[in-house]
């Protein structure tokens, strides 16, 4: 298993950024894939975004794409996720997850492991 800790969440005014980090431990982190899904109240977790193990492939959300980017650094253990022009819809906690293998997926069934999310408000 691979411990995951994000942070970097807070209350934004609508057009602002965040940074977002995901910090793992436990095991090998260049040996896994990994996304930053969301939850917003009452809806269901829904990918935003994910990345493969050495960064060669990408893949975003419609609704994020453009304003998003998400990054590692397999020589710290961190992925991070980069959030612009953020729009009260952006608002959720974000959880970052992790799967075996080099190959990023788009189903939180696919992923193994999971952070305890960090907070994104978006005021209007």
């Known amino acids: 298993q691979v411990q995951l800790v994000e942070s970097g969440g807070g209350l934004v005014q609508a057009g602002g950024s965040l940074r977002l980090s995901c910090a793992a431990s436990?095991?090998?982190?260049?040996?896994?894939?990994m996304g930053w899904f969301r939850q917003a109240p009452g809806k269901e977790r829904e990918f935003v975004t994910a990345?493969?193990?050495?960064?060669?492939?990408?893949y975003y959300a419609d609704s994020v794409k453009g304003r998003f980017t998400i990054s590692r650094d397999n020589t710290k253990n961190t992925v991070y996720l980069q959030m612009n022009s953020l729009k009260p819809e952006d608002t959720a906690v974000y959880y970052c997850?992790?799967?075996?293998?080099?190959?990023?997926?788009?189903?939180?069934?696919?992923?193994?492991?999971w952070g305890q999310g960090t907070q994104v408000t978006v005021s209007s």
């Open positions: 990345i493969s193990r050495t960064s060669d492939w990408t």
């Open positions: 997850g992790a799967r075996v293998g080099s190959a990023a997926r788009t189903a939180a069934d696919d992923y193994d492991n």
């Open positions: 436990g095991r090998t982190f260049s040996n896994y894939a």
